[in-house]
């Protein structure tokens, strides 16, 4: 009991309570989205089980963090090599290993443990072993590659943008970053003329006259939601927009609670994310900075591309709002990432 306390006392609270509103807020429109209970049980499962896993996560030392990050990257980059030799497919893309009723993926799951290596790699190059540069840069276009050939584009835009947030806040010499933006732009025009289903996105976004189904179906959730929404299970646009429940969650919640309610997820992200880099200004160990970066760039680009998404500011990206979406491996994977940030920002951890 007083390991809890303690555990309690040390910890950013608000942080802890604003991922348990924003985990609240998913089952509630899981609960609404199938009358059947299979997404709210399926839903409630895996928030609880994320919960499980932050808890146990943030009470890890950096050291132990470090070794779990180490191993688990070596075993979900091991499952995205074998993944290319199965023959399950949803939509034309390789991502999930099918298990019973349950999909693992290994891309989303593998995102907090690389963090943690790339922000050890870069803190050690800090401290003059320049050669920890080279083998980070190998192990980034290796997992790059491996998700590129699922294929998953905006996986890859993710994890090569915070990945190069953290060479950004390290300071390293800017042409890395410009190489960086080279990297990502060569790849972003490359999958354009490489994968069809990038092509269509791209089009469909920029030509007015295009079939743009699932983005006015999205706009015409927020319109119809108004101020204060229909009300939890009133919305009747979730029954016809294709993937209600994981990439257009956010229209979900424009129509059954509302502009203000949206208003207020937003307010609860950008809460978290302004917190967490507040707290940075008062840490001196470059690992911790680097590290607390790359975890909330991660947990802030992806929510931003699925509202932006969702919204119709930018193509659609097939990426989940973090702890609303449905969606087992990306509520295990964020859970995780939340898990060491808690412990890195830990008052006892200091």
């Not at 072993?129 to 276009?141: D, Q």
């Not at 108004?226 to 009300?231: D, E, Q, S, V």
Request: glycine share 8%; charged share 15%; with cysteine.
């Amino acid at each position: 009991m007083h390991k809890i306390e303690n555990w309690w006392l040390s910890i950013d609270k608000f942080n802890f309570i604003f991922i348990i509103a924003l985990g609240i807020t998913g089952v509630v429109l899981s609960f609404s989205i199938n009358e059947n209970f299979y997404l709210i049980n399926r839903h409630t499962f895996f928030f609880i089980l994320g919960l499980i896993i932050l808890i146990f996560f943030s009470q890890l030392s950096d050291k132990n963090i470090r070794r779990i990050s180490l191993l688990g990257f070596i075993i979900f980059l091991f499952l995205l090599i074998l993944i290319i030799f199965l023959d399950y497919e949803i939509k034309g893309a390789k991502r999930w290993y099918k298990f019973f009723n349950f999909s693992l993926q290994p891309s989303e799951i593998i995102k907090p443990f690389f963090i943690i290596l790339t922000s050890w790699c870069i803190s050690q190059s800090i401290n003059g072993k320049k050669n920890y540069i080279l083998i980070m840069f190998i192990f980034f276009t290796i997992l790059i590659s491996l998700i590129l050939l699922q294929p998953d584009l905006g996986m890859t835009i993710l994890v090569a943008a915070t990945f190069f947030c953290q060479l950004f806040v390290a300071g390293l010499p800017i042409i890395l970053v410009l190489i960086g933006l080279f990297f990502l732009i060569t790849v972003s025009v490359t999958s354009y003329f490489v994968f069809d289903h990038v092509k269509k996105r791209v089009n469909t976004f920029f030509d007015t006259g295009a079939d743009t189904y699932q983005i006015d179906l999205s706009l015409k959730a927020f319109q119809s939601g108004g101020l204060f929404g229909k009300g939890p299970g009133q919305g009747i646009l979730k029954e016809k927009i294709p993937d209600a429940n994981t990439d257009f969650i956010f229209a979900v919640a424009g129509e059954e609670l509302g502009f203000i309610f949206c208003l207020f997820i937003i307010l609860i992200i950008l809460s978290i994310i302004i917190r967490t880099l507040l707290s940075v200004l008062k840490v001196q160990d470059p690992y911790k900075i680097i590290t607390v970066t790359g975890l909330i760039s991660s947990f802030g680009l992806q929510s931003f591309i699925n509202i932006f998404s969702s919204l119709g500011l930018i193509p659609t990206k097939g990426m989940t709002l973090p702890f609303v979406s449905y969606g087992g491996s990306s509520m295990i994977s964020i859970s995780i990432l939340f898990g060491f940030l808690l412990s890195i920002t830990n008052k006892n951890n200091e």
